[in-house]
């Protein structure tokens, strides 16, 4: 990381959160307050800013999956993720090339905030998506052609991609909300699924997401509605291609990795197996 870049980086955590301090090589503590302290890390690594937020949610059975609908109504980078260390946690990533800016960083650090005040509230409803772009839109289809992806036009506005996810489910959609466009990829109906295989759902998705950059486990629809992988690009009408491509790419290694193994854990046996072995830890 340049020095420039680290000076831009500590001077941004330093207007966004409440308290922040150095800890170590490429790695920043900070603290927010809202209400309550919450204490979070920030990472630069390879091109991405890390910050995790550590969250004191109660543990009853029913917050994996509360926490997978509260997904689905964030607005911003930021999500709720199971972390190996953690009972539960927000995370968000930011990619940084050699000439970033505050506005990024900021706009991640907002997005964290949103979803510290989310936990204890009722979870709001998803937006609608739109049916149609906007004039300060980008050509989505000629985006996504300079990384060799294709979009098309499908039923109510939406774009359909074919994901890097040969031999599982993979077709993703591109959705527009208000000033963002989703990603997204489809992957079980929850309508009749047992309570331990929701359970189960959520906690391995919540745990998968903690390692993919910028992807989350949310709810579309109310209740009974579908379990899906979503990326979010905060500002739709400043995308690049480059945005747009990393977002594929992870959305891509979401399906790999999940599509098989959520419809394995909608079986009553195997997700009761699953948080036997997963809840020891």
Known sequence: MSRELERIIARTLEKGTDAVRSAGFNRWEFELRNGRRLGGHARWQEGWLHFLVPLPVAGDEEWPWTLVQRNGALRGLARYVRHPKLHSGIAAEVFLPAAASEESITGALAAIREAVRGPHEKPP?????????????????????????????????????????????????LELRDERAILSLALLRTAGLPPESRRAIALFLLSLTA???????????????????????????????????????????????????????????????????TLKE
Do not use: C, I, K
């Not at 739109?130 to 300060?136: L, N």
């Not at 039923?155 to 996810?165: C, F, N, T, Y």
């Open 125 to 173: 409803s998803p937006a609608t998506p739109e049916t149609r772009g906007g004039d300060s839109d980008p050509d989505w289809p000629a985006l996504a052609a300079e990384h060799g992806w294709t979009l098309v036009a499908r039923d109510e506005g939406r774009l359909a991609v074919e994901l890097d996810a040969p031999g599982v489910m993979n077709q993703g959609f």
């Open 211 to 277: 390692r993919l950059h910028g992807t989350r486990a949310a709810l579309a629809g109310d209740e009974a509605g579908t379990v899906r992988l979503e990326v979010v690009l905060p500002d739709r009408a400043r995308a690049s291609a480059l945005e747009l491509d990393l977002a594929l790419e992870a959305l891509s290694l979401g399906a790999r990795l999940a599509s098989r193994e959520v419809r394995a854990l909608a079986t009553e046996t195997l997700a009761g197996s699953y948080l036997a072995f």
